[in-house]
């Protein structure tokens, strides 16, 4: 299994920013797409976005366009998600995953195929 592990979480403002981080020590973990998911309280697990192997195809959750930004640096292993404009309702803990790469058109949905996810890292926003 790959193994990631999320963090750079913290408290912030609305209005304010956070850059997350994830990264692996597997070998394999440049050739997977890697998603972001959040999960809050009393709430199912959600999409927020995703990065494929080169950097060069990202995804988008509708209520993160625009303030999120996800990408990837495969010389330090690590994808990012840069947080900007925060609001009260992107408070969740997130977490990271890998599924395997097959283009933009392979799966049925955002989501589909993501699993094995790592370490979440807490994100709270005061409103």
Not at 6 to 26: D, I, N, V, Y
Not at 32 to 61: C, H, L, M
Request: with cysteine; hydrophobic share 30%.
């Amino acid at each position: 299994q790959v193994h990631l592990v999320a963090s750079g979480g913290g408290l912030a403002q609305t209005g304010g920013s956070l850059r997350l981080s994830c990264t692996s020590s597997e070998p394999t973990f440049y050739i997977y797409e890697i998603g972001w998911f959040r999960q809050a309280p009393g709430k199912d697990r959600e999409f927020v976005a995703s990065v494929s192997p080169n950097g060069g195809e990202t995804q988008y959750v509708d209520s993160v366009k625009g303030r999120f930004t996800i990408s990837r640096n495969r010389a330090e292993k690590t994808v990012y998600l840069q947080m900007d404009s925060l609001k009260a309702e992107d408070t969740a803990v997130y977490s990271c995953a890998p599924r395997a790469w097959r283009g933009t058109k392979y799966y049925a949905e955002l989501s589909a195929g993501f699993a094995n996810w790592g370490q979440g890292t807490q994100v709270t926003v005061s409103s």
